[in-house]
């Protein structure tokens, strides 16, 4: 037999044993927590996946990926998820081929939120709105350029939410931080990990609520407005989006590198927007959370 009939042969048997290989989907969206999971039989994937043969070079499979068909597939999935969330269209078709063709049972995914618009109510103010929708102001002042003030019936851009999440999630670890109740939970795999007092962000300088990320860690962070060296920090937002400065977790500041300041003082607000946790609690989240660990700060 010559040798590229052979190899084609050898590629028909490697299509083959794919066909038979079931992938699920689970996609995860770490603003709400939620989990999908959707099997994709060989009869729906290979609608958009295909192997074909190069007859120059036989013995090489080319997979071809039918762009149109996979984004009409994600958009019955997009679906079933509602509110207008939605997978990427790159990223997705991307991890299914992959774990396809490497026999892996399942391929993640990330789900995605659109922007949204907001027609200004009586009393509002950008704080008052950022406040609700979860996202600090500054950043709605960017998405929308020339908006000097807000009038009644005023429509706005809300940026998505996943602009301040911007590193891939880490699955199984959560921390969840209470402005009313002063209080962290830290999960691993859907359990309760720790529960600690925590100090938010005074009223004049408050912590942000909204879904965040570890986005840093610096054994000892330095804030220059306020003189205060900060433990074990973890940043987990910015602010002001076009600045460096990030809000975040850390334990007991010094000021002036000799006095120790708030220990008498966890469990009521009292930072100037970031998350306090006692010296020794802040250690251990630092060393547990690595940067891309969603925080879910709530009012």
């Known amino acids: 037999m010559p040798a590229a009939v052979r190899a084609g042969a050898a590629a028909v048997a490697e299509a083959n044993r794919l066909l038979s290989h079931t992938v699920t ?4 969206d770490p603003l709400r927590d939620e989990r ?21 070079a036989p013995t090489e499979d080319r997979w071809a990926l039918d762009q149109q068909i996979a984004a009409a597939y994600l958009d019955t999935l997009e679906a079933e998820m509602g509110d207008g969330r939605y997978l990427s269209e790159e990223e997705t078709p991307a991890a299914l081929s992959a774990a396809i063709q490497t026999q892996q049972p399942a391929a993640a995914a990330r789900v995605y939120h659109p922007e949204s618009r907001h027609v200004v109510q009586s009393g509002e103010t950008l704080s008052s709105i ?29 940026p998505s939410p996943d602009a301040l ?31 600690w007092p925590a100090s938010t962000g005074i ?21 220059g407005n306020w003189d205060l060296w900060m433990p074990s920090f973890m940043g987990i937002y910015r602010p002001v989006p076009t600045s460096e400065f990030m809000n975040g977790f850390h334990g007991f500041p010094t000021r002036g590198q000799a006095q120790l300041l ?13 998350i306090l946790l006692s010296s020794e609690n802040a250690q251990l989240l630092y060393e547990w959370a690595e940067e891309g660990v969603v925080v879910e700060v709530q009012r």
């Open 262 to 274: 708030w220990t008498g003082d966890l469990g009521r607000r009292v930072t100037y927007g970031c």
């Open 130 to 158: 950022g406040y609700d929708y979860g996202i600090p102001y500054p950043w709605i002042q960017q998405a929308n350029p020339g908006v000097e003030s807000l009038s009644v019936g005023q429509a706005i851009v809300i």
């Open 203 to 223: 009223d004049s300088s408050p912590t942000a609520p909204g879904v965040f990320q570890i986005q840093s860690h610096e054994p000892n962070a330095y804030a």
């Open 25 to 28: 989907l689970e996609a995860y």
């Open 165 to 195: 999440l911007p590193l891939p999630p880490v699955p199984g670890k959560r921390i969840v931080v209470s402005i009313s109740e002063q209080r962290a939970w830290v999960y691993e795999n859907g359990q309760l990990k720790w529960e």
């Open 36 to 56: 999908f999971s959707w099997p994709i039989p060989p009869a729906v994937w290979s609608e958009w996946l295909r192997l074909s043969i190069d007859p120059a």
